[in-house]
């Protein structure tokens, strides 16, 4: 059974730092691309970061570029996002998902996808 379990959110004052994780089973990452993917309220789902299975590959959204770093550790089948300088506007619900292929790292193209963890950045 496949599955995607993230956790580390939490409440963060603006400026500060979270690293998230998220731990898969029932697959390894050498096979799939991860992405992590954040949905606050009222918003639609955006892509965040993305990794490629080898892990050589990476890409960020506009907004989380030079404050995100997305990496993962293949003998923990941990995929994590650092996520530092947060501002308020990262407040989201974020989520873990996988796809085969890196190039369909996308909201709508991943296959599986984890129940996600809140992030919350206020003062």
């Known amino acids: 059974q496949l599955q995607l379990v993230e956790s580390g959110g939490g409440l963060v004052q603006p400026g500060g730092s979270l690293r998230l994780s998220c731990a898969v089973s029932g697959f390894t990452l050498d096979y799939y691309a991860i992405g992590w993917f954040r949905q606050a309220p009222g918003k639609e789902r955006e892509g965040v970061s993305c990794i490629s299975s080898s892990g050589g590959r990476t890409n960020y959204a506009d907004s989380v570029k030079g404050r995100f770093t997305i990496s993962r550790d293949s003998a923990k089948n941990t995929v994590y996002l650092q996520m530092n300088s947060l501002k308020p506007e990262d407040t989201a619900v974020y989520y873990c998902?996988?796809?085969?292929?890196?190039?369909?790292?996308?909201?709508?193209?991943?296959?599986?996808w984890g129940k996600g963890t809140l992030v919350t950045v206020s003062s």
């Open positions: 998902a996988a796809e085969i292929l890196y190039a369909r790292c996308d909201v709508l193209s991943m296959r599986y």
